[in-house]
């Protein structure tokens, strides 16, 4: 494992403030192996691994200030750690511009019936399975599984 000095552990609004390419760059020099993950999640990772590299530090700290104390002859009593923890990242919400009629409005609003069904529904007034997906905040494959499982029902019935 790779010795981090304290020159290399940036704050947390330095780490918010940094933009993709240098998050990734300085998420790989504090050894986290970066494996393709969106903004949001890396920035998680890094400001967790962060955390646990100033824990880590003001535990070897700690302890040196224990043994120079030992040494001189005093007597240790309890020491306390506070850790500042990082605010939580949360995501940010795309603005879906999807034109939406009336009839699709009452669809989206309809509490009683289960997502799958407003996806069939809104397929059948004219959606794009990509619109159903931003408006409804699902996944894309979920949709287009539901979609596709729903056309192929319809085809097999004609």
Do not use: C, W
Not at 38 to 62: C, G, N, P
Not at 64 to 88: A, L
Not at 99 to 118: C, F, R, Y
């Amino acid at each position: 494992m790779v010795d981090i000095t304290r020159q290399e552990i940036k704050t947390t609004q330095e780490i918010e403030s940094l933009k993709y390419n240098e998050l990734i760059r300085y998420a790989v020099s504090i050894n986290i192996k970066y494996q393709r993950q969106s903004k949001d999640v890396l920035l998680q990772m890094v400001l967790d691994r962060v955390e646990q590299l100033i824990e880590a530090e003001a535990l070897v700290q700690a302890e040196h200030d224990e043994e120079t104390f030992k040494r001189e002859g005093g007597q240790v009593s309890e020491i306390k750690i506070e850790v500042e923890k990082p605010k939580s990242v949360e995501p940010k919400k795309r603005v879906v511009d999807v034109h939406v009629t009336e009839s699709q409005k009452l669809i989206l609003e309809n509490d009683n019936i289960s997502k799958s069904e407003k996806m069939r529904r809104l397929y059948r007034r004219g959606m794009t399975i990509a619109d159903i997906h931003r408006v409804l905040e699902s996944h894309y494959s979920f949709t287009y599984g539901v979609i596709d499982r729903y056309r192929k029902m319809i085809a097999k019935d004609n």
